[in-house]
């Protein structure tokens, strides 16, 4: 195996780190990470999404928390991937998104890309930079922070 393939998820192997099944699960691939670094993956956004049934009727447009909630799955593999902390009973859980901008609507068919930057972490908690785009249009960008919590104290 390549260093490039090391550094491929397909779905299975998202499905396997992520908790989030249909319709939540929004991250079909990625297609590159650094440990510590940064992840590249992707969604393909389809007209099958149950969301464009009600945002908004005639003119679906993919809602800007959903791309807020798939940066931020993208971020919890690159979390995932740079630890060494066991990880059962451990959910990745946002503690907070600063400077949320939306920049283009995102629309059925297009490719969501996914970049998450990886900003600092200490302990449990984990800051990144997020940003969403289409074609290489930016779409979307945040700073997000979360952290690794115990499942047992939710």
Known sequence: MTATEQNILDIRQILEMLPHRYPFLLVDRVENYVPFKSIDA???VTMNEPFFQGHFPGVPVMP???????????GGLLVMKSTD?????KLFLFTGMEKVRFRRPVYPGDKLELKCLLLRHKL????ME????????????????????DKEDM
């Open 124 to 127: 449990k908690l984990w800051k």
């Open 64 to 74: 800007g928390v959903l791309i807020m909630e798939a940066l931020a799955q993208a």
């Open 42 to 44: 992707y969604k393909n």
């Open 85 to 89: 902390m066991p990880l059962e009973n």
């Open 130 to 149: 997020g940003k969403a785009y289409v074609n290489g249009v930016l779409a979307a960008e945040a700073e997000m922070t979360a952290a690794i919590m």
